[in-house]
C-alpha cells in the first residue's frame, strides 16, 4: 500500500465538511446575487435575460453535490474520482519550482493588481477571485505533497496570511477607487458623506471588547485544535533539513541566500527600519490624509505596495511553501526529496570579468597573489575592481542620473537632498530583486567577493 | 540710589528686595536686596502680603522671621562688615545692642542703619525672638514697612555713597547658627546616624547595591565553572587505514564537528579534517553520498568533497583543523587551529597527513 496516499478516508471527510462551509456560503451569494444583481443583457446567448443568480445557483448546486460525493465516497479512497489530474500538477510544479517564473509573476500580479483595480474591487469580481482561490485550494488538498506543507501546524497562519492580506488589500482600493471617482467627479469624498465617526464610549469600546473575547476564544481553539509543532532537542551539530526561519522572517531568510550575512541580516533590515522611518520626511504630499485614495498618492502607494507585496509576502510564501530540504526550490505538488539534484553553481562577477575572452587574453586570467605591483592587497583590489565600481557607480551616479531624467519631476518637487535620500533608499530597495535575478539568470554570486576580507556584496 | 530723597518706587524696591527672600534664609536676603530691580508697586505690595501671609512658605521661619528679614534686609545695605569682629564693631558702633522687640528693631532702623544688619543677622534667631509676637508682627501694615524703611533707607543714603563697595556678609552670618548646630550634632550624633541608617532611601538603595553586589560576584563565580564538559580540542580519532580512499567519514560529526576526508588534492592522497560549520551563517552542512557534496539546508550553500564552496551563498571554503600522524601511528586532530584556503594556508604540512 501506499505509504503517502493522496487520498484517505479522513481527508475525504474533512473536504466534505469544506465544500459544505463553500455550499452554505454560496448559497448566501446566491440569495444576495438575486436580490442586487438583476439579470442578463437579452442579447447575452444562452442566458440571457436569466438572473445573474443562475449562475451562482449552478455553482452552489455543484458544491453541495462535491460535499455530499465526499462525504459518502470515504470507503474507497483510493478509488475516488474527483482528484487533481497530473497534467494540471506537473505544469504547476515546474512554474512554481522556478524561482525566475515565480518572481516574475509575483511583480506581474503586482502589476495587474494596480493596473486593473477598478475592475476587480467589484464584489462579484473579487468575490469570483476568492471561490476560484477556495476551491483549487481544496482540490490541491487532494494531494499528498500539498497537504503536508499546507496543512503542516506551522503554515496555516500563513495560509491565512494570505486571505487576510488579500481582504485588506481589496478594502482600501475599493475604497480608494471609489474615493478616486469622487474626486474626478467632483462629488464629496466617502468619508464626507458617510460619516462612520462614533463615540469611543461606549460605541469603539463595545466593539474592541467584542473583538478581544472572539481573538481569544479563536487563540484558544487553535491551540487545542493544532499542535505545537515541537522538534527534536537541539544539537549543534544536527540542523533540520530545512531549516526555516520564524514565518515572519523566511523573507530575510530568502535574502540571506542571495547576500552575505552582514548585508541581509544587518544593512538590509536597517535599510528597511530606516527607511520606514524616513517615510514622513520624504513623503510630503498631503493628498490622502484622512481618507482613502490611490491617485493622490499613487508613488507611494506603488512603491511601499512593490516592497510588501513582491519582496516581503511573496518571499514569505516562497520560502514556506516553496523551500524545502537543501533550500532547494520544491513545486507545491512535488515530493521534497531530500536528494533532487539542482545545478546551483555560482560564480563571482570578478571570474566572470577576467575570464572572459578579452581579458583573459589581455591579462591572462584572475588576478592572483601579488600580481599586481607586488602588493596582494591591490592584487585583490584590482581583482574585485568591475565589482567595486560597479557599486559605487550604482550608488553614486545613478541617484543624479535619475534625477535629471527620469525622476526629473520628483527631483524638483522634492529638492536636492530630499530626494538624495530618497533615490538611495530606493536602489537599496531595489538591490534585492536585482541581485536575486543575476542570481537565477546568470549564476552570479558576488559583485564584489573578497572573501580574505570577509567582505562580499 | 541717589542724594535726593528716595522716591517711593526706590523704597518698595528695598522693601521687596528684602521681602522676596523672607521665603530664603535671613542670609541670602540681605544679598539679593542689592540686586533687586523694581518691578511695580503693586508687585512689591504683593510680595510683601504674600511674604507675610504664608509663613508656611519660610524655611525657618514664622512672621515674625520673615518681619526681621524685611526690616532686617531694608536697612542691611550699608552695613560691610567682613568678619565677626566687623559686625561686633558696627554693633558697637551703631549701638544697637540686642535688639528687644519690633519697636527697638524700627528704632534702630529709623537709628543707625549702617548698625541694623549685623544685629539682625548675627542672631536671627534673637531677632526672631524679638518678633515672636505675631499679633504685633502681623499688625504691622504695609504702609508701616514702607514708612519704616522711607526713614531708613533716608538715613542711610549717606552710607550707601558707594554701592559696589557693599560687600555681603553672607559667611560670618552663618558662623554663629552653623556653630550652635555643630554643638548640636555632636550631641546627638548616634540618633541621627541611626535615623539616616533607618531611612527608606538608605535601605532601599543600600539593598540595591548589595544585591548588585552579590549577582555581580555570582555572574563572576558561574564564568569559571568547577567542571568544563567540552570536547577536547585535541583528540585521536584511529589510525589512517580507518580512512578508506575517496571516502568521507561523518564518525566524527556529532562529537567533535568534524568530518575527516581522504582525498587526492592535486595528485596528492591526503587525509585531513574540515569543520562541520558553514562559512556563510554557521549551520550545520551534511554530506550526500550521493551527489559527493556537502549541502547546507540553511541557505543551500555547497561544497566539494575537498572543502571548496561551489553553490549558494556561502563566500568561502570550509575551514580544515590541524591533523597530524601521532607517534602511536594514529591520526591526531587539533581543533583548536583552523586553516582557511583563501589565506593560502592548506599548503601548511599541519592541516593534512598524505597517505
Known sequence: MNPHPDLTSGVLHGLGWYYLILFVMNLLWTVRSFKVDGEFKKSTPILGGMPVATVWAVLTSILLMLSAAHFTGGSSPEKFMIRLPEWFKNPVDAYFANPVIYFAGSVGLYWAMIRFREWWVQDTVAYTMLQLSLIFMGLSLSDYDFRQIVGKPDNVPIVAMLFIVSFLTWIYFKRAVDNDNRIAQGRPLFEQENNEKVLVWPDLVYIELICMVVLTAVLVFWGIALEAPLEEPASSVKTPNPSKAPWYFLGLQEMLVYFDPWLAGVVLPGIILGGLIAVPYIDFNKGGNGYYSFKERSFAISTFLFGFFPLWIALIVLGTFLRGPNWNFYGIYELWDVHKVVAANNVNLSEFFWNSPLFSWMYGGLPKGDSFMGSPTLTLLLRESPGILLTLGYFALLPPLLGLTVLRKYFVKMGILRFLVFSNLALWMAVLPIKMLLRWAFSLKYIVGIPEWFFNI | MSDQKPSSDDILSKIRGAAKPAGDKPAAAEES??????????????????????????????????????????????????????????????????????????????????????????????????????????????????????????????????????????????????????????????????????????????????????????????????????????????????YGASTVSTKWKAQFGVWIVNDEIDGQQMIYALSTVCTHLGCTPNWLEGEQKFKCPCHGSGFYKSGVNFEGPAPRPLERHGIRLAEDGTLEVDKSVKFQKELGQWDNAACFVPV
Open chain 2, 33 to 242: 536686596s542689592a540686586a533687586a530691580a523694581p518691578k511695580g508697586t503693586s508687585d512689591i505690595l504683593a510680595s510683601i502680603k504674600g511674604g507675610a501671609a504664608k509663613p508656611k512658605a519660610a524655611a525657618p521661619a514664622g512672621t515674625a522671621d520673615i518681619m526681621a528679614s524685611i526690616k532686617g534686609g531694608a536697612a542691611a545695605k550699608p552695613a560691610a562688615p567682613a568678619g565677626t569682629a566687623g559686625i561686633l564693631d558696627s554693633i558697637k558702633g551703631g549701638g544697637a545692642a540686642k535688639p528687644a522687640g519690633t519697636a527697638s528693631i524700627l528704632d534702630s532702623i529709623k537709628g543707625g542703619g549702617a548698625a541694623k544688619p549685623a544685629a539682625a543677622s548675627v542672631a536671627p534667631k534673637a531677632a526672631a525672638k524679638a518678633a515672636v509676637d505675631p499679633s504685633k508682627a502681623s499688625g504691622m501694615s504695609a504702609a508701616d514697612m514702607i514708612k519704616a524703611a522711607r526713614t531708613s533707607v533716608g538715613g542711610s543714603v549717606e552710607a550707601t555713597a558707594a554701592p559696589k563697595k557693599v560687600a555681603l556678609p553672607s559667611k560670618p552670618l552663618v558662623q554663629p547658627a552653623a556653630a550652635a548646630k555643630a554643638a548640636d550634632t555632636r550631641r546627638s550624633f548616634l540618633s541621627d546616624a541611626l535615623t539616616a541608617v533607618c531611612s527608606p532611601l538608605f535601605v532601599a538603595w543600600g539593598s540595591l547595591i548589595t544585591a548588585t553586589a552579590a549577582s555581580s560576584l555570582a555572574m563572576a563565580r558561574f564564568m569559571m565553572p568547577n567542571v568544563l564538559v567540552e570536547p577536547p580540542t585535541k583528540f585521536k580519532i584511529g589510525p589512517p587505514t580507518d
